[in-house]
């Protein structure tokens, strides 16, 4: 084990796991493990940008009730102050690695989306912010001692006397397995998007983070909460293709395939409503009109705005034999982001001492039930940097906070027979997933979703390759969604039951899973 001894284990190579490794690289040895290329992943596809409050009529406390009302009553208070408070210090240093944010006569550029009450989405390349942090972050890490395995997915991370001491991990290529040893272990393996049909994530995202951290006993929290993005390109043989959030920021509109705009009747912030509201409309409305789509007019925009804001998505349309200048976007909702994850506390601890997590696998308790647009980029920096600060601390704050009275504990259900079961593949699993357990859920839906999935839990063998072990943690993950789903009997944020429609102040409380319960 000696050899393979770092100070830092990262496993995962997007803007959380790149990020740390930077950081820690000033404290010690640092190890990249990520399973792809060193730039698969979900962050190189970010397009609005990254939240910060640096506007004239902006400040952190107005940040701070954006993304508390957006959370719908689950955002936890003293995580979100942290988000808002220590963005502009984190943002420094991506400026300082070299991302290349947009200015305007030498001043960053801010644009609006959804839900914020002012302009404060920072942004790069007009709307391929990702891409250059991403391109930006693996070039200083490439330039620096760290050292990156590609290829390479961590399978089980391991623990002694209650500590972890390292992670296992298959070579795919070689098909080889290696242990590797460390003082700290960080999950930056992002969300869980690949769990449904349609989606917009990369396919590296297959919430291997969260079920290697549940296989070794760590807390789960917010499951339930997954959040689709309104405004997905549905080209037929076109993959899902995000269209921000931005361009309705920008005064794109939503019309029906009859061409009439509807959103004004859903919602008084038409548009600019919150995700959830927005893609729930949009389920409504293609169900009123028995069509699989609706439309995104940026038409009345001056065609240069249009171009040279949105170059990305211009240039990707085009390409595609539609020109959003003179014609509507067929757009329709998909599955995008994971607000429930590895429960940490506000340093990046998970409840395993020496284990760590960050980015869309943790879940910081930020964004509730409910995911304020462009945060998700900033909650990767700032509590990435909180951990390497942790880790560097002589005297060491008492482990997280006492389990707060809002949280619900439980173990994964035991489940009966089911009289038909499918077989178990990735396409089965995405089309239950969006059938039963995705936009618009009930208690029948996702009680035959949880019984078909515990049955294919029970029928899986010990993977042995890559695809094998993502569609095991995606079971997994599954079942934790769909679970959480059923216990919150009530809608709330990106969690919407027909036969609970309402919120109720009962459950205004987190669920959290463990292996064996919760001591
Ligand atoms: C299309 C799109 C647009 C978006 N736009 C925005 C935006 O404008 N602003 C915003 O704030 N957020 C946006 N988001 C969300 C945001 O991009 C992600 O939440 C964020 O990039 C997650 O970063 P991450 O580092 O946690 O994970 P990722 O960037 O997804 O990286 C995960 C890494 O973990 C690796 N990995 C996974 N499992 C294993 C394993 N078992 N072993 C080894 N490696 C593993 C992967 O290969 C990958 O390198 C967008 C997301 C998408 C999909």
């Not at 038409?299 to 085009?318: E, G, M, N, V, W």
Request: proline share 4%; aromatic share 6%; hydrophobic share 40%.
């Amino acid at each position: 084990m000696k050899t393979n001894y770092y100070d830092y284990i990262v496993v995962g190579s997007g803007i959380a796991g790149l990020y740390i490794a930077l950081l820690a690289a000033e404290r010690g040895s640092v190890l990249v493990l990520t399973k792809g290329s060193i730039d698969d992943c979900n962050t190189r596809y970010a397009q609005g940008g990254i939240a910060m409050a640096m506007g004239k009529d902006d400040s952190p406390d107005l940040h701070f009730k954006d993304t508390v009302a957006a959370g719908a009553g689950l955002s936890d208070r003293e995580p979100v102050s942290i988000l808002t408070e220590e963005a502009a210090d984190c943002i420094a240093d991506l400026i300082k690695f070299g991302v290349p944010f947009d200015t305007l006569d030498g001043e960053i550029t801010l644009t609006r989306e959804a839900a914020h009450s002012v302009p404060r989405v920072m942004h790069a390349g007009g709307d391929a912010t990702g891409e250059h942090i991403e391109v930006t972050l693996s070039r200083q890490v490439r330039s620096s001692p760290i050292k990156v395995l590609e290829n390479c997915l961590a399978n089980e991370i391991l623990v002694q006397r209650g500590r972890v001491v390292g992670v296992r991990a298959l070579d795919s290529h070689t098909g080889s397995i290696e242990e590797y040893g460390c003082k700290f272990l960080i999950l930056a393996t992002g969300g869980a998007g690949r769990l449904f049909k349609y989606t917009t994530n990369s396919d590296v995202v297959t919430g291997d983070g969260i079920a290697l951290a549940f296989e070794a006993g760590a807390e789960i929290s917010d499951m339930e909460f997954f959040q689709f993005h309104p405004t997905v390109l549905r080209l037929p043989g076109v993959a899902p293709f995000l269209i921000s959030e931005a361009v309705r920021g920008e005064g794109g509109i939503l019309r029906n395939v009859e061409g009439r705009r509807f959103m004004p009747g859903y919602a008084a912030e038409a548009e600019l409503a919150t995700r959830d509201v927005v893609a729930r409309s949009i389920v409504y409305e293609m169900k009123k009109t028995h069509s699989d789509r609706v439309f995104l007019d940026v038409t009345r925009l001056p065609s240069r705005r249009t171009t040279t804001r949105f170059p990305h998505i211009y240039r990707f349309c085009r390409e595609h034999g539609l020109d959003i200048t003179k014609g509507l976007i067929p757009v329709a909702p998909a599955a995008h982001y994971l607000m429930g994850g590895v429960k940490v506390s506000i340093w990046g601890e998970t409840s395993i001492p020496g284990l760590f997590a960050a980015g869309e696998t943790a879940c910081t308790g930020v964004h509730g039930a409910n995911r304020l647009a462009s945060n998700s980029l900033l909650e990767s920096v700032v509590f990435g940097k909180r951990i390497v600060q942790r880790t560097g601390m002589t005297t060491v704050p008492r482990r997280g906070k006492k389990q707060s009275s809002n949280t619900m504990s439980c173990c994964l259900a035991e489940r009966g027979p089911v009289s038909k079961v499918p077989s178990l593949n990735l396409p089965n699993l995405q089309s239950l997933m969006w059938d039963k357990v995705g936009i618009i859920r009930s208690g029948k839906s996702l009680e035959e979703a949880a019984g078909i999935l515990a049955a294919w839990e029970s029928l899986l063998a010990r993977p042995s390759d890559r695809p094998a072990y993502e569609v095991t943690n995606l079971v997994l993950c599954a079942r934790l969604v769909t679970e959480a789903a059923l216990l919150r009997e009530e809608s709330r944020g990106a969690h919407f039951r027909t036969d609970f429609p309402r919120t109720s102040q009962e459950w205004q409380r987190h669920i959290v899973f463990k292996k064996n319960g919760i001591n």
